[in-house]
């Protein structure tokens, strides 16, 4: 439970509707014990969570627990996805380097490479497209972590709604050799070096993309040097994952038009 400030309202209440959610049914005497509150403060907040209808008091002890109707409304709600939780301490270490635009992506399903947080607002506006798994960095990126029969898996999917050319870049063998070559160095700078986008090791099917919003030869240079140093960080962890094979084609020749790594 977050340290809390008796002094202050609002923090009683959040700390009380946790304690009950986690501890419930709880009686006001174990309520008191618990937190460090008087009994009357206690009272008082649990009075406004009742009358709220967020808490019921139980006949026989008189001990509170949630609501039933309060527990579905929230299960209903919108979640934070774990991994972009757990992500954000990267997502921030990287945006010390700015100013930049960073945007998380990951597999939402089999085939579908959904951003799932940016920067830009314009993305929660509907103004981008789902991006291609074989035009775009980042979901490129987060396909270098993703063993082999699972991507395989979601090529196939996302060929169904493909675009032709989408289609003949993968049965052509094209991307399956784009992603042997990229598995062995975990990003995509882009030509300036002015943004990249890079698989993260830990979380399979996740990628980040950073790009500088204010591009000049000494931002260039401070932010590759900044990403160099966090990549040779990160290289240790980067996990050997045996390149696509099989069903596109691939072999160990990369043409030299393939993206730069």
Not at 31 to 50: E, N, Q, Y
Not at 175 to 193: F, M, S
């Amino acid at each position: 439970m977050p340290a809390t400030d008796p002094d202050a309202p609002t923090q009683r209440i959040l700390a009380i509707t946790e304690v009950i959610a986690e501890r419930g049914p709880i009686t006001l005497v174990e309520l008191t014990a618990a937190l460090p509150f008087s009994r009357a403060a206690i009272w008082r907040a649990v009075d406004t969570l009742r009358l709220q209808g967020w808490v019921r008091m139980r006949a026989g002890d008189n001990a509170f627990e949630m609501r039933r109707e309060l527990a579905d409304r929230f299960a209903r709600g919108h979640h934070s996805s774990p991994e972009v939780e757990a992500i954000a301490p990267i997502r921030d270490r990287i945006m010390g380097f700015g100013p930049l635009h960073i945007e998380l992506g990951g597999f939402t399903d089999t085939g579908v490479f959904r951003v799932l947080e940016s920067t830009r607002k314009s993305y929660y506006a509907g103004q981008f497209s789902v991006p291609s798994l074989v035009d775009d960095d980042l979901a490129i990126a987060a396909q270098l972590t993703i063993p082999p029969p699972s991507l395989v898996l979601h090529l196939r999917a996302f060929m169904v709604s493909a675009r032709d050319d989408e289609r003949r870049v993968i049965t052509s063998g094209e991307h399956g050799r784009l992603i042997a070559k990229l598995r062995d160095v975990g990003h995509i700078w882009q030509e300036d070096y002015s943004g990249i986008a890079m698989a993260l090791p830990e979380f399979r099917g996740f990628a980040l993309r950073a790009e500088l919003w204010r591009v000049g030869k000494g931002d260039i240079a401070r932010f590759r040097a900044q990403m160099e140093a966090f990549l040779a960080q990160q290289r240790g962890y980067f996990p050997a994952i045996t390149p696509l094979q099989g069903d596109y084609g691939v072999n160990p020749k990369v043409p030299s038009s393939d993206r730069k790594a």
